[in-house]
C-alpha cells in the first residue's frame, strides 16, 4: 500500500543547466520517503491510503531556508533604517535581553507557521532556548537544523550546554531535527571559544553554524586587530575542519573564497538583510566558481521583514547580474539549483532533500501558477524565479505527512499562535541597552 | 447621503517625516470623492447607501504604477536571462509584430486585474492600440494614463493620429482616463520627431511619456554620436517644456539632474527591470535632492514579470540603500511618500489622488496586516514597505466604486481573461526577428 498518493500534478526537475516539467505524473510516498515518481494512472487509486488530486499544481520540493533567526520574528518592524551598529547595539542586543523561554517556543512557532504558508518546509535555525525552538519544530511538523547560539560572555559552560543540547536533539522528533553548534561570530567569540566550539564539534560529530566575514568592515576590523580576517579566523581555529555553515560572508576576501573552497564549508545566502543594512551582497559566482556550496536564507525577520524565501532566491538572482553588470549570469535554471539541490547540501541533507527523485523524503510541496500574476504561463522557471508569491503555495508535506492542505494549517493553531506572539509584545519592545546581551564592536 | 462608508477602518496617514495611522476611523465617499476622514460613530450608518466593515483593515491610498507597458504581460516569461540588445532585438520587438487590437484589450485586462488584486488603482501606460486599452480600463473601472506609443519609423501620421487619441480620450471612462503622448525614446525618435511630438503637446495642452538615458550605455553612445546625452537632446527638442514623464533615466548624469530639475518633469523608476536587466539602479535620491518627482512604477512584464507595486517600492527603498551603502537613507516615511504623493504627483494628479484626504477622489484599497507574515504588527510602515505582499489587499475602490471586495473582482471575469490571453499564447511566442517592429541601437 501506498500512504499517500499525489495524483495528477506537474513535476518541477531542476539542474544548473534546464527547468523541466513532468506533466500529468504521480509521486508514490510510503512513509516518510517518495517511492516513486511516475506518469499517473499506472497505480489504482484504491491502493493509497490518502490520495490529493494535484491537477492543475506544480509539485516541487519543499523550500529550504539555509540561515534564519526563526523566533526573531517577534521583534519584527522593531529596528529599522538604521546602521548595523544601531542594529546590534540600541535594537537586537537590547532587545534580546528579554527573551523568555517560553517566547523562544512562541516565536518560533509563528516563524514556522509563516515558512509553512510560504512552502518552506526546512531551516537552519541558530538562536537561543532552542530545546524550546525544539518543541515547536516537534509539533509544526516542519525539518529543521538547530543550533543554540552562544557567545565568550556566555561562558565555557554555556557552550557545553549547547553541546548537550545538540547531542540530546540529534535526531529528534522522528528524525526531522538534526543539530549543529551554534557560536555566535568571530567577533563575539575569542579564539580559545571557537576552539573550544571545534573541539565538541569533533568529539561528537557534529557541524557548525555561525556568522563570519558579514561585511567588508568587519574583515577590515579583523585584519587591523589582528592581522587575519575572520574567514582566517575560523580556520586557525580548527572551526573550518567541521563541515561548517557560514553565514553571509559578504566580507571575505578573494584569499577568503579560496581557502573556503579547500574544506567542508557552506555559505548561506541572505540577500534582504545585505540590502536592509547596506552591508553589499555576497559573491554567490565567486564561491560558486570555488566549488563552495552556497544555499538560500531569510536571515531574521528583523533585518528581512518575512521568512519568505521566495524573496531571497529573487534577490539572490538579481543582485548578482546587478553586480556582474550581466543579465546573463545566474540564470533561472542556477537560481533554482541553489534553491533545491544546493540548499540541501548547505543543510547537510544533499540527496536527501532539494529534489522529487525516488528514496528522497517527502518533503513535498504543490503551488499553483494558475494566478492572473503568472498568465499565461509561458515559462515555469521565470514564473517560479520571479513572479511566485508565497501565497501561491497550496499544500505543503514534510516527511510524507500533510501539514498545510489547500492553504490551511494542519499542525498548527494560527489564532493562537497570533494571540501569544501579541500578548508578549509590548514586554519585548523595550530596548534595555545598558542590559544588552553583548556589544557590536568588531 | 453618504454613497459609501468605510467603517472602523485604520488610517493610513503618510508624510516625508513619519507614517501615522489613525485607529478606528470611518472614510465617507459621495460620488467619487471623499467627503471625510472622520473618527467612526459620528454618522448614522443608515445615512449611507454602501458601508464596508473595516474594522481590522488599513486604509490607504490606491497604489499607482508610474511606469508600465500593461499588455506586455502577454509575453511575461518569454525574454529571461539575456542582455538588453537580445532582449529589444531578439525578443521583445520581434514579439510585438505579433500583436494585434484585441490582444491588447486582453492584455490590458489581464494585467488590470492582476494589478485590482494588488492594490493599484492607477497606471501611466505606454503601448500600442490604446483605443483597445482604454476600453479595458473602461470596463475595469480603474485610473489610467494612456500614450499611445510611436517611434520615428511610424511616420509622422502615426504621431498625429496617437495625437487624436490623446485628444479624444483626455477624460474618458467618466475621467478615470487621462492621456499622455507617447513617442518611445530619443534612441528610437530622431530629433524632428521629438520636435513635431513636443508640437502636438503645446497644441493640446498634453504632456509625454517617454524612455530616455535608460543606461549609461544610451547616454555614452548619445554623447558619442550626437555630441548631447539623451536627456539633452529632450531639452533641444522641446520636450521637457511640457510636463514630461521620463521612465528609467539610470544613465542620467549629474548635468542631466541639474538639468532636468528645471523643467516640469518625473521620473518613473522602475527598479526591478533595472536589476533584471543590469541597468544599473537609477540615483532617486539626487533626482529627490534636485527637486524632481519621482514615482515607482512597475515596466512591463516582461522585464518585471509582474506588475506588483509593492515589490517596486520595496526595491526602490532597499537599492537606494545599497548604493549608499548606508541603510539609514531612503527611511519607511520616504518611500512610502514616493509610492503615494509623488507618485500621484508623477502621473499628473497631484491633490486628487495618493492621500485619503477630504475632496480627494475615493481610490482607496483596504489591507489587512493581520497575516502571520505580519506578527506581531509592531509597525505599520516597516510591514508595508517591508512584508506586505499583493495578497493582502483585500477591497479596492476606484472613483468611488467598489471595484474588488473580500478579494472577488467585481468588474473583471478572470476566467475569460485568462482563457483569452491562454488562447493567443501560441500565435504570441513566435519570434518574428527579421520583422521585429523596431532595431535597438541606441
Known sequence: MIDLLIHRCEVLKVSAAQVETLADYDILIEGNRIAAVQPANQIDLSHAHQVIDAKGLLAMPGLINAHAHVPMVLFRGLAEDVSIDRWFNEYIWPLERNLQPEDVYWGMLLGLAEMIEAGVTMVADHYFYMDRAAAAVERAGTRALLGWAVFSSSGLDALERTAHFASDYRSAAGGRISTILAPHAPYTCDDD???????????????????????????????????????????????????????????????????????????????????????????????????????????????????????????????????????????????????????????????????????????????????????????????????????????????????????QLLTLDKAEIIANARAAMDRLSQRRVEERIQTYNP
Open 193 to 407: 571559544y571557537l576552539r573550544a566550539a571545534a573541539d565538541w564539534a569533533r568529539r561528537l560529530n557534529l557541524g557548525i553554524h555561525i556568522h563570519a566575514a558579514e561585511t567588508k568592515y568587519e574583515t577590515e576590523a579583523s585584519l587591523k586587530r589582528f592581522g587575519r580576517t575572520p574567514i582566517q579566523a575560523l580556520e586557525q581555529t580548527g572551526i573550518l575542519d567541521r563541515p561548517t555553515i557560514i553565514a553571509h560572508a559578504c566580507g571575505a576576501t578573494e584569499a577568503d573564497i579560496a581557502l573556503i573552497g579547500n574544506y567542508p564549508v557552506s555559505i548561506a545566502h541572505c540577500p534582504k538583510t545585505y540590502l536592509k543594512l547596506a552591508m553589499d551582497i555576497a559573491p554567490v559566482r565567486a564561491f560558486r566558481e570555488a566549488g563552495i556550496t552556497v544555499g538560500v536564507g531569510t536571515d531574521g525577520a528583523v533585518s528581512n521583514n518575512t521568512l519568505d524565501i521566495w524573496e531571497s532566491l529573487r534577490l539572490m538572482a538579481m543582485m548578482q547580474k546587478d553586480r556582474a553588470e550581466n543579465p546573463e549570469v545566474m540564470t533561472i535554471a542556477e537560481a533554482l539549483t541553489i534553491a533545491t539541490h544546493e540548499s540541501a547540501r548547505a543543510v547537510g541533507l544533499k540527496g536527501q532533500i532539494g529534489a522529487l527523485e525516488q528514496g528522497y523524503l517527502a518533503d513535498i510541496i504543490l503551488v499553483d501558477l494558475g494566478g492572473l500574476h503568472h498568465q499565461p504561463l509561458h515559462s515555469v522557471g521565470a514564473s517560479l524565479v520571479y513572479a511566485a508569491r508565497s501565497t501561491d503555495v497550496q499544500t505543503v508535506i514534510v516527511d510524507g505527512r500533510v501539514i498545510m492542505r489547500d492553504r
